[in-house]
């Protein structure tokens, strides 16, 4: 990198190949040269690139291959991504990226790929990008990975009133000598403006030097004209005329996806938690705009995107991850699988110091538990968790599959079997289901399974729900936690015995439950 600027060449275009030793080739499509510094910000590469190729800003994605790893494809979406770019390549004179739009182009020659993968090697072993599930439903609500279920509307907090948390867009664009660092800020201004002012535009003659937006209003005057500052990435307004003959505020203005994103995304910078119906009432307030809930959910979801990546984006850096788990944190497990489509399927992640921390802190106790993720490939969350002194969780594994399934059950004990070596039996806490019974004495053939508590008691209720009285259920539930916890024989028989005299079908329930599993007295 001499001078410390680096040559860049753009290719858009052209499709990937995957060689016999699992390096990709690129062929084909158009090339633009470019340069960077360690001055340079993302989103003046990123619009000088949608400049090129008249792609639209928000659709692209920039990749590239690093010099020792022709296998893996990482994606620059930060300013910390354009330094690393330039760090990896600090020793070459010229770098490729590859520009892609709407998406990755998968490797043309499919039937050159292994049908499936493991992956627990160091970053340099042979991996390819790994594509999102395919099995989801794209139709339905979709919420982000890391969203808290406070995200979820909330009936009483519709009706509250909140302070003022979007500015006034009615001044984004403010005359002649008004200056923005990038083409992508002064396009979002004019959006923002225009939408405030209840006007519709149309750019006109504008390309990577210029901006020019006039009122799209046949016979309106209202135009300006912003040139790009030679040797910069700025744009100043050289030329405006702010007067209107079409009668502007007239037009019902309308708020697009994109747009909503791009007013929302400040603050979800701030404030993560950011609710649809809190941006449905901060935009009527500020814009005299109303949006539907869906409007505005999709707005979040566009400024979560653009903040932090795309979910089927991130499927792809899974290989990158699994690489580097093992090699910053040795002694640790993160073994990733795919199907034949190279689509996801399986990720066990273990870390060392939970598992030095469970062998050497915890009893030989581990509960196992799943939960639905709620992202937009949806998926499962396999856990084992201990507790530690204080009786606090203490995650050991964690694993995420693509299905709710007694295989990718049966495969996860069959993980955590290889990262376990104590000698002391294990105890296990699990659901009641036969086949979990079977793959827990299969792969650890001297362990005790537990059924836990909680998920006996919400099966309790469900079985007599309707059928007796709330009131005469929760007597139950007590009595059912009563035998669990007599500590002899003796207890259990006087616990179960008052369940009889309630109820004799619960009575019934109670003893097929097999207590030996689940009750104090037998343990």
């Known amino acids: 990198m001499a001078n410390g600027k680096l040559i860049v060449v753009c290719q858009s275009g052209g499709k990937f190949t995957t060689n016999a030793d699992g390096t990709l080739s690129y062929s084909g499509g158009d090339a633009h040269a470019t340069s960077l510094t360690l001055n340079t910000k993302f989103d003046d590469f990123k619009s000088e690139i949608s400049d090129m190729w008249k792609y639209d800003l928000?659709?692209?994605?920039?990749?590239?291959?690093?010099?020792?790893?022709?296998?893996?494809?990482?994606?620059?979406?930060?300013?910390?991504?354009?330094?690393?770019?330039?760090?990896?390549?600090?020793?070459?004179?010229?770098?490729?990226?590859?520009?892609?739009?709407?998406?990755?182009?998968?490797?043309?020659?499919?039937t050159s790929l292994p049908c499936s993968r493991s992956s627990h090697t160091m970053p340099n072993g042979p991996v390819s990008p790994i594509d999102a599930p395919t099995d989801y439903l794209p139709d339905e609500p979709i919420f982000p990975v890391d969203a808290p279920m406070d995200f979820l509307p909330d009936a009483e907090d519709a009706g509250k009133q909140k302070t003022p948390q979007i500015s006034s867009r009615k001044s984004c664009i403010t005359g002649v000598g008004q200056t923005f660092n990038t083409r992508c800020e002064l396009h979002e201004a004019l959006d923002k403006f225009s939408l405030a002012h209840g006007f519709h535009y149309t750019l006109k003659n504008s390309d990577g030097r210029r901006f020019c937006a006039r009122c799209k209003a046949e016979g309106c005057p209202w135009f300006f004209i912003a040139p790009k500052l030679s040797t910069t990435k700025l744009f100043r307004i050289k030329k405006m005329n702010d007067t209107h003959t079409c009668g502007v505020g007239s037009i019902r203005a309308s708020a697009s996806r994109k747009l909503v994103a791009s007013i929302v995304k400040e603050k979800l910078r701030d404030t993560p938690t950011y609710k649809p119906q809190e941006i449905i009432d901060d935009i009527r307030r500020d814009l005299g705009i109303?949006?539907?809930?869906?409007?505005?959910?999709?707005?979040?979801?566009?400024?979560?995107?653009?903040?932090?990546?795309?979910?089927?984006?991130?499927?792809?850096?899974?290989?990158?991850?699994?690489?580097?788990?093992?090699?910053?944190?040795?002694?640790?497990?993160?073994?990733?699988?795919?199907?034949?489509?190279l689509s996801f399927h399986q990720i066990f992640v273990a870390f060392h110091a939970s598992l030095y921390g469970f062998q050497n802190?915890?009893?030989?106790?581990?509960?196992?538990?799943?939960?639905?993720?709620?992202?937009?490939?949806?998926?499962?969350?396999?856990?084992?968790?201990?507790?530690?002194?204080?009786?606090?969780?203490?995650?050991?594994?964690?694993?995420?599959?693509?299905?709710?399934?007694?295989?990718?059950?049966?495969?996860?004990?069959?993980?955590?079997?290889?990262?376990?070596?104590?000698?002391?039996?294990?105890?296990?806490?699990?659901?009641?289901?036969?086949?979990?019974?079977?793959?827990?004495?299969?792969?650890?053939?001297?362990?005790?399974?537990?059924?836990?508590?909680?998920?006996?008691?919400?099966?309790l209720k469900r079985k007599f729900k309707g059928s007796l009285t709330l009131e005469v259920v929760r007597v139950l539930i007590s009595e059912f936690h009563s035998a669990a916890y007599a500590p002899t024989a003796e207890g259990f028989k006087k616990c179960i015995g008052t369940i009889k005299n309630i109820s004799p079908e619960a009575y019934e329930w109670v003893l097929q439950t097999e207590p030996e599993h689940w009750a104090n007295a037998f343990f």
């Open 58 to 110: 928000h659709s692209l994605s920039i990749k590239y291959l690093l010099p020792n790893n022709k296998r893996t494809l990482i994606t620059i979406s930060t300013d910390r991504d354009i330094l690393r770019f330039l760090e990896f390549h600090e020793d070459s004179a010229s770098a490729d990226v590859y520009v892609m739009t709407p998406s990755p182009p998968a490797p043309s020659d499919a």
């Open 290 to 341: 109303e949006l539907n809930y869906a409007q505005a959910y999709g707005g979040i979801a566009a400024a979560l995107e653009e903040l932090q990546g795309s979910h089927r984006t991130a499927y792809n850096q899974l290989p990158l991850l699994s690489g580097k788990i093992l090699e910053t944190n040795p002694g640790s497990a993160a073994i990733l699988n795919t199907k034949e489509d």
């Open 361 to 459: 802190g915890c009893r030989p106790l581990l509960f196992l538990d799943c939960t639905s993720l709620k992202s937009k490939y949806r998926g499962e969350l396999f856990t084992a968790t201990a507790l530690d002194g204080n009786n606090v969780i203490f995650l050991v594994a964690f694993a995420i599959v693509d299905v709710l399934s007694d295989d990718n059950w049966h495969w996860f004990l069959e993980q955590l079997k290889t990262v376990l070596s104590m000698s002391p039996e294990i105890t296990f806490v699990a659901d009641m289901k036969k086949e979990m019974s079977e793959s827990l004495s299969l792969v650890f053939p001297n362990c005790f399974h537990g059924y836990c508590l909680h998920q006996l008691t919400e099966s």
